[in-house]
């Protein structure tokens, strides 16, 4: 618990955070940057998980375990979706949703 | 004290996060990004979860990051502008975002979250360990060995897929 800061100003920030992702998610149209807006959004949704098991539930540790898995699952997400766009700026010479319309190569 | 440095944190998350979806050139959105990312870790550091503050830099800022700024490497241009946003897609983006933030916000300041008042459980980096390959109540053998497989899975598939015919 970090003293003098209530649950509430950190989820906020948490939650401002996800915000933000999500709009560059909408916004953007360049595959690397959507793909920067998911990280944050991942990113807001483990300060989350932390800080509810910190200030609520103290004598478990299931918000921290969720955090550690959630990591490694937007580790394998981010290696694969770059290995997609690699393959597709190999193939179409570019990165932008709207040229990528189909999925033959 | 403690409280000036969580504002200063937040600051730098907020501020470095909003120039990460709004700056127009892609790497430095990466290094934005990381930096975010490095402020995320301090509030771990603060909140006294070391290990995941720990994972969090070396996995999130050595890893994921790296890997970002290498594609772009692979795929752009270093210098190339992005498309500039249309201000009616940026309208739309940002009304959606900024309504789902205030219907967030006002259900977090209606609610009243109600700590169970528990002692603090260990959490060394033994006790973690334990933990996650422990078989009994609360361990987490199971997860930890599908993350392993789904590891391995998107290695193979991350090689498959961005090989060269």
């Given at each position: 618990?970090?003293e003098?800061?209530?649950?509430?100003?950190?989820?906020?920030?948490?939650?401002?955070?996800?915000?933000?992702?999500?709009?560059?998610?909408?916004?953007?149209?360049?595959?690397?940057?959507?793909?920067?807006a998911?990280?944050?959004?991942?990113?807001?949704?483990?300060?989350?998980?932390?800080?509810?098991?910190?200030?609520?539930?103290?004598?478990?540790?299931?918000?921290?375990?969720y955090?550690?898995?959630?990591?490694?699952?937007?580790?394998?997400?981010?290696?694969?979706?770059?290995?997609?766009?690699?393959?597709?700026?190999?193939?179409?010479?570019?990165?932008?949703v709207?040229?990528?319309?189909?999925m033959?190569? | 004290?403690?409280?000036?440095?969580?504002?200063?944190?937040?600051?730098?998350?907020?501020?470095?996060?909003v120039?990460?979806?709004?700056?127009?050139?892609?790497?430095?959105?990466?290094?934005?990004?990381?930096f975010?990312?490095?402020?995320?870790?301090?509030?771990?550091?603060?909140?006294?979860?070391?290990?995941?503050?720990?994972?969090?830099?070396?996995?999130?800022?050595?890893?994921?990051?790296?890997?970002?700024?290498?594609?772009?490497l692979?795929?752009?241009?270093?210098?190339?502008?992005?498309?500039?946003?249309?201000?009616a897609?940026?309208?739309?983006?940002?009304?959606?975002?900024?309504?789902?933030?205030?219907?967030?916000?006002?259900?977090?300041k209606?609610?009243?979250?109600?700590?169970?008042?528990?002692?603090?459980?260990?959490?060394?980096?033994?006790?973690?360990?334990?933990?996650?390959?422990?078989?009994?109540?609360?361990?987490?053998?199971?997860?930890?060995?599908?993350?392993?497989?789904?590891?391995?899975?998107?290695?193979?598939?991350a090689?498959?897929?961005?090989?060269?015919?």
């Amino acid at each position: 618990m970090i003293e003098g800061i209530s649950i509430y100003q950190i989820i906020t920030v948490s939650t401002i955070m996800f915000f933000v992702g999500a709009y560059g998610f909408i916004s953007r149209k360049n595959l690397i940057t959507m793909l920067m807006a998911i990280e944050l959004m991942l990113n807001a949704v483990n300060i989350n998980f932390v800080a509810f098991n910190k200030y609520l539930h103290p004598e478990n540790m299931q918000g921290h375990f969720y955090s550690l898995f959630i990591i490694a699952i937007a580790a394998a997400e981010a290696a694969v979706a770059i290995a997609i766009i690699i393959n597709l700026y190999r193939n179409l010479h570019s990165i932008d949703v709207e040229d990528v319309n189909k999925m033959k190569h | 004290m403690e409280t000036i440095i969580f504002y200063i944190i937040s600051v730098i998350i907020l501020v470095f996060s909003v120039l990460t979806v709004t700056t127009n050139k892609i790497l430095r959105a990466a290094v934005y990004l990381l930096f975010t990312l490095v402020a995320t870790a301090a509030f771990y550091f603060m909140m006294e979860y070391e290990f995941l503050a720990a994972v969090q830099l070396t996995v999130y800022a050595g890893g994921i990051v790296v890997l970002i700024i290498f594609s772009i490497l692979l795929t752009h241009q270093i210098n190339l502008n992005l498309e500039k946003i249309y201000p009616a897609k940026a309208l739309i983006a940002g009304g959606s975002a900024l309504i789902g933030l205030a219907v967030i916000l006002l259900t977090i300041k209606d609610n009243s979250f109600t700590p169970s008042g528990l002692e603090k459980s260990d959490n060394s980096v033994n006790a973690i360990g334990r933990t996650l390959l422990s078989y009994g109540d609360g361990g987490y053998i199971l997860p930890f060995e599908v993350i392993s497989v789904l590891l391995l899975a998107a290695m193979i598939g991350a090689i498959v897929i961005a090989k060269k015919k």
